[in-house]
Each structure stands twice: as C-alpha cells, then as structure tokens.
C-alpha cells in the first residue's frame, strides 16, 4: 500500500472491514484513520494471535509501516522530522517529513506514542484545559506516564508495548525536577517554536497552513491532535535526535517556558508593580496636591495679612533723594524710625481693631495720641513729626500711613490732618486665619446658594413640563372619549327618535370621570381644557344652549351624518388573531422547563399610545390562556424593543399549557414567541413574583378574542 | 428530569440558530475556543461534522476529543445534546 492513503482508499478500506464510513473529509480524515487502524489491529489479533510479538514488531515495521502510514502516521514523520531537521521546532511535524530513515528513533516514536497516548489521559490533563498545563501541574505529567499499555483505544500500544520501559524511564525523572522537566520540555517545545503563541489555546491554525501533502496533513492533523490533546506531547517530541536520558538540568537553567516564564514574570509585575506603581502613583499625586493647596493657602494669607514690606526701614524710604539731601544721616534715621514706630503702632492698632479687640474701637489714631504716644517711645520725635508727615503727604505714595482730615480723606496739608490710620493693619496670625477663612466660607456659600437656585429652578421647570405633557396627553384622552360618547349616542339618535340628539356637558363629564377624580384638580383642568378644545377644534360637534329637564344646560350635539365611517377607533387593535404555525415537536421543546415564559413580540413600545396600554396587553394573555389558571405573575417590559412580557406560573405544567397557547398566535399583527426562562433568573428580575402565588384572572369588560377554534 | 445540564435543556429546547459553539453542553470557554480556532465557530458546524459522521457515537467522540480534548464527560455531554437536538428538530 502507497504510504499515503488517500480518502478513497480509506473510505474502501473501512467499508471492507465492514464499517459504514461517512465521509472521508479533511476533519473526519483522522477519526476514520483511527478506526481503520483499530479495525485492522482487531484482525491481525483475530487473525494471527500466535505470531503476536514479530507481527507486532514487524508489524511495527513493515506493516507498521502501513500502520504507520495509516495510523502511526504522526510517529512515522514525527520520528523522521527530528532526523531531518533537528533543529527544528520541536514540532518538528512541522517540517516536510520526509520519509528518511526512520525510528531510529524507536524512543522517540515511542515517545511520540506515547505522547499520544498521553493525550488520552483526559481528565486530568484535560480538564480546565491550558491554564493546567501552563501551570505546569506535573501531576497530569505523573498521570500520564503509568501504562501508556492500558490505552485500548488506540492499538498502537500493542506494538508500543515494547517501548514503554524506555518511556517509563523518562518519567522517572527525580521528582523535584519532573515539575521543571515538564517545563523544559515544554519549554524546549515551545522555544524552539517561537512562531507557536503563548500556551493557552493557541491551536495551530497553522495546521492548515501546511502543504496538502497528504502526510503532511496527517502529520499535521496528528499534531493538533497533540496539541491540543496535550500540550505535553509536544515536549516528547524529542528534539533529541538520539535518544538519551533527558536532561532537564542544562535545560533547566536555559530555558524556562517562556509562557511560564511570561507568566511569572507577569504574575511578579502584578504582584510587584500592581501594588506598587498604582499606589505609589496615588501617593505622590495626594501629596503633591495636599502640598499645593498648603502652599496656596499660605500664600493667601499672607498676602491677606500684613502685606508688603512695613513702610520705610533705615535705608529704603519712598521719599525720593529731596529728602536724603535735606536732612543729614542722624535726622533721617530719627524721622525714619519714627515713622516706622508710627506705622507699627498703626498697623497694630489697625489689626487689632479689625479683629474685633475692643480695646480700639476707633481704627484711626488722632494727631494728639500719635504724638504722645511717639513721645513716650522718644522725645525727640516729637519735633519730627509734622514734618515726617509731610513728606508722606509730598511722597504721595503709600507708606501704610494714611492721613485723615476732619471731614475725610486725602489731606493735603500737615495743618490738615486729624487722624491717622494704617492702610496695613498688621493681625496676629489666627486673626489673620480666621478672617480668610470666613471669606472663602462665605463665598463658597453664595456660590453654593446660587448653583442651588438654578438647579432647583431647573427642576422645577422640567417638572412644570412633564405635569403638562401629561395633562395635555389627558385631555387628548378624554376628548377622544367625548366624542366617541356623542357619536354613540348620535348614532343611537339615529335609531330611537325619541332620544334629544344633544348631550348635556356635565352629564358628559360624570359619565366619563370617577367619582373620585372629579373633584380634583387635575381633572377639572383636563376637563375644562378638552371643552374648550372641543368648542374650538372639533367641527363634528357644535356646542349650544338647551333646556333640559327644566334647566339650561350647554349641550353637544354631534352633527355628523352617520354615513362618514372612517373612524380608526372602531375596532380594538389588540386582539389575538389566530395561529400561524401548528405546534409539535419540532419547533417547541418536548416538555416545559420551568414555569417561566418570556413573550417576545407582543408590543412595539414606540408604537403604543395610550395610557394604560400595558394593562391591556395584560388582560389580553390572560384571556389568552383563560383556560389556564396557573398564572401568578405577569410583568410587561416597557422599554424592550422587542416588545417582552415576563409570565410566571405556579409549575411547569401550567407554563407548558401557556406555552402552547401563546406560541406562534398572531397578535395586533404580531407574531408571538415564547421562550422559557430560568426561575432564578426570573426572580432575580422580579423578586415580588417570588411571593406571587395567587392565580390572576383576566377581567372580562373586553372581549378581545375571536371565538376560539382550538 | 433526566440527568441532563441546565446547558443541555437550554441548547434542546430550540433551534440552534446562531449560536456560538460554547452554547453546546460539555463545550465550555476553553474548548469552545480551541473548536472556534479549528474553525467550527458556530453550533451548527459542529452539527455539521456529527452529521457527516453519521451521528455515530464513537466516530464523534474521537473526533471531539482530537480536535478539541474534550474529555470523555464532555464528549458525552456533547453528544448526547446534538443527537437530542437532532431528534427534535431535524
């Protein structure tokens, strides 16, 4: 037989061996390759139990070289693979496989079996998929190594008998290093596969890259099977072109898995910087902001406070150089210590005045107390004092000294001035706090105070409108059942000549308003809005003045002639109209799941007018399944698209009769779904249908169904 | 009821439609994403492939189990939804 068997032959093959075989196509290639594979060992076993061990070794061989081809074939090439391009990925299916001296590599065919056989060994390789295998659970590795022997699916392990010693050897890595082993060997795998993605599932798409060989694509198709099967497997394609004890411990160092390796490494970023660099982050950015606002607040104050530099020191004087050349060093420094003392004493005055120390109730010093208390200090400023004051009046700048005359400010001349106050009053620190802060309180208040008005402004205008959307929506209501009272009533004219052909208003009103709404507000403004609107828009009906039963009344009268039939209001829109589809089996589940249904379809929520739309969309299921009195719950989504109604029932016998009913019914033109939901769900969603357990019953004033046929 | 998964129920009750991969019983995340990669990205591919397996047991087990190493509860689960759907709806 050729070495690559082509789907004819293979569908032959199988439909010989007496199975019947489906198509041969690419996806079902490998299935049917196994189940030739195990027909044909069940033969040879049948067949030739005497000569068990040659066959199978030659079998391994020549027939196992058919085998190969057909069964082992992933051994075959994978076996050939590593001799002819060792370097290769591990994968070394990958390359073209030539066929070239074969098992030598008897290990690593067994191995590669054995691999296979791994692959297998489903629950606990398998299970919760890559994320295990990643991890490197070495206990799936342990359970995969025992009796590659026991597999009796595959037939190939008669012939692997032989080599499972050798595979055992493998396995029997010194524990410690079994965990790494399997990462190196995974590692080894996936290293030299830089192109295969990180773990996970990453199938090889790549299988389908592959030349359409038809080796190739069994090769192929066998390393998905493995590597899928078992990530594993791909680490017993020994890179070793000659088998030798593994050696995980120059390996070890060199390559870790890389997705281990990346996994780590992200798992310590995480741990590491996750902890660190956000927090980290948050903690500068708290403190540079507390810092920022410290600093401003600091410089707030002191600006607020004591301002500039205090007026005139030794040296620096605003007076300009007429006053230097005037006087000599001595009586420049008295004059200028003078008027520092001055303005000290001002400032302090001034500070404490402003925060409200009693002791100065006047925040201006008069002339007579500044000179006396500058006597005290030293008599020889006395004499200096008009004059320093002069020259603050021909400076004209702003020492911190102000000179008050009698009747206000700005004196122009020293004869002037009364009083003397200090422009920079100088406050003692927590006066200084307190003010600032009860500035900044006090504007944030008014800011607060006025975002307030315009917010409540605001509500209160959407709140204005809403009330009068729906008052005008009521008034359209209740105009329209005016005029649908008058025409009745025209039409009933019609019939009985003894009826007046006119109504009287209030007699309108209290049929068509509860006792209970008439008195309200509400009503009344509705009422009187759909009058007048009546008065003014509506041609059909002319208001006038009549004597009815002894009294004036303003009366309607319709005044349409009967023949006009236009009206849409005529026929109820919400009515079920029948059945579009018979139900059986094939589009209704065979029995009811849970005695919860959600009805898609019943409404158009754009669509709906009208106030009480939902409550009608109610009553008409409930007519629906009046037959049915097991419904307890009902709940019309109204903001769905698709127009959702939830229904829960007291068991799943009576969702099941719903079901029936509903499903596939033509309402308001709509066809009608139903599916069934999950009762946690459900509760979820509507926790008071939790305690519903009464039957609702639809209330009768509407008949919307037509006589029903089923 | 029998010993089928809320998954099972779900997937039987109607017809599969559009449904991913992962709405079959016994394919979760992790398989779902390894049959999606293989290119059986919809429930109904895989329908397609039990179908053209002749809805045979073994035949697809096998087959699920290469493709995606789906254990053998998995590959039962799966199975046995796609054969009761056939029943119901094919």
């Known amino acids: 037989m050729a070495v690559p068997l082509t789907d004819e032959q293979l569908f032959s093959e199988l439909a010989s061996l007496g199975a019947c075989p489906g198509p041969v196509t690419e996806s079902t290639r490998p299935v049917y390759l196994k189940k030739l594979k195990k027909l044909r060992e069940e033969q040879q076993r049948s067949a030739r139990t005497a000569r068990r061990d040659v066959t199978r070794l030659s079998g391994g061989n020549a027939a196992g070289r058919k085998c190969s081809v057909v069964g082992f074939s992933s051994d075959e090439s994978d076996a050939e693979a590593p001799l002819t391009r060792p370097g290769l990925a591990g994968r070394t299916y990958r390359g073209s496989a030539q066929p070239a001296a074969r098992r030598q590599a008897a290990k690593p065919r067994s191995e590669a079996s054995t691999a296979r056989h791994g692959a297998p060994r489903p629950e606990r390789a398998l299970d919760g998929a890559g994320t295990e295998h990643i991890e490197g659970k070495s206990g799936s590795v342990n359970g995969r190594s025992p009796s590659p022997g026991q597999d009796n699916d595959y037939s190939d392990s008669d012939s692997e008998g032989l080599r499972v010693p050798e595979l055992r050897k493998i396995y029997k890595v010194p524990p410690q290093t079994r965990a790494r082993s399997d990462r190196t060997e995974e590692s080894r795998g996936r290293d030299q596969d830089p192109e295969e993605p990180v773990p996970e599932l990453h199938r090889p798409a790549r299988s389908s890259m592959l030349p359409p060989g038809s080796e190739d694509h069994r090769v192929t198709v066998r390393k998905d099977n493995h590597i899928h099967g078992n990530r594993f497997s791909s680490e017993l394609r020994p890179r070793y072109p000659v088998y030798r004890r593994p050696q995980p411990d120059p ?434 969603r509507f926790p008071q249908a939790q305690s519903c357990s009464r039957a609702l019953k639809a209330s009768n004033h509407l008949q919307l169904r037509p006589s029903e046929d089923h | 009821m029998s010993s089928t998964s809320q998954k099972h129920k779900e997937f039987v009750a109607e017809p599969m439609g559009e449904k991913a991969v992962n709405a079959l019983a016994g394919i979760g995340e992790v398989l779902g994403k390894r049959l999606e990669d293989k290119g059986f990205d919809k429930a109904y591919v895989v329908l397609g492939q039990f179908l053209v397996l002749k809805k045979d047991e073994e035949l697809f087990r096998d087959w699920l189990k290469d493709t995606c190493g789906a254990n053998i509860k998995q590959q039962g689960d799966c199975y046995g939804c796609l054969r009761e759907w056939c029943d119901a709806f094919l």
């Open chain 1, 251 to 684: 390996n070890l160092s060199q390559n870790r898995v890389p997705e281990d390796e990346l996994l780590h490494q992200f798992r310590a970023e995480q741990s590491s910087s996750s902890t660190f660099s956000p927090h980290y982050l948050s903690m500068v950015l708290l403190t540079a902001a507390c810092l920022f606002f410290l600093l401003l607040g600091l410089g707030y104050l002191r600006v607020r406070g004591s301002g500039g530099v205090p007026g005139t020191t030794a040296h620096l004087h605003p007076f300009g150089s007429d006053f230097d050349s005037s006087y000599d060093q001595s009586e420049k420094a008295l004059i200028l210590k003078l008027l520092l003392h001055l303005h000290d004493y001002l400032a302090l005055i001034a500070g404490q005045h402003d925060c409200g120390d009693q002791q100065h109730l006047n925040r201006s010093l008069s002339l007579e107390e500044a000179s006396a208390y500058l006597q005290a200090h030293n008599k020889k400023f006395d004499d200096f004092l008009l004059t320093s004051l002069e020259w603050i009046i021909r400076s004209g700048q702003d020492v911190g000294i102000r000179l008050k005359a009698q009747g206000g400010d700005d004196v122009t001349d020293v004869s002037e001035i009364t009083y003397l106050e200090s422009t920079h009053p100088m406050m003692p620190f927590s006066c200084r706090f307190r003010r600032a802060f009860l500035s900044v309180l006090s504007r944030v208040l008014l800011l607060c105070a006025v975002v307030g008005s315009v917010c409540a402004l605001v509500c209160y205008m959407k709140y204005r409108w809403r009330r009068e959307e729906e008052e005008t929506r009521l008034m359209y209501d209740m105009v329209e059942r005016i005029v649908d009272v008058l025409r009745t009533h025209g039409e009933a004219c019609q019939e009985n000549q003894d009826l007046q052909p006119y109504l009287p208003i209030p007699h309108v009103r209290d049929a068509l308003i509860q006792l209970q709404d008439r008195k309200k507000k509400k009503m009344e403004r509705v009422w009187s809005r759909a009058v007048s609107f009546l008065s003014t828009n509506e041609s059909r009906v002319r208001t006038e003045a009549q004597m009815v039963g002894g009294a004036n009344f303003m009366v309607w009268r319709w005044i349409q002639p009967p023949s006009l039939s236009c009206d849409k209001t005529s026929t109820p829109s919400k009515v079920w109209q029948g059945k579009a589809f018979p139900l059986d089996r094939r589009n209704s589940p065979p029995n009811s799941l849970t005695p919860c249904l959600k009805i898609r379809n019943m409404f158009d929520p754009v669509m709906e007018v009208g106030e009480n739309w939902e409550v009608a969309i109610q009553e008409a299921i409930l007519e629906k399944c009046s037959d049915n009195d097991g419904i307890v719950h009902i709940a019309v989504d109204k903001n769905s698209r698709e127009g959702c109604v939830y229904v829960k029932c007291i068991s799943a016998e009576h969702s099941g009769k719903a079901f029936k009913a509903l499903h596939g019914s033509w309402f308001d033109g709509k066809l009608v779904t139903v599916k069934y939901l999950r009762l946690d769900r459900y509760h979820q």
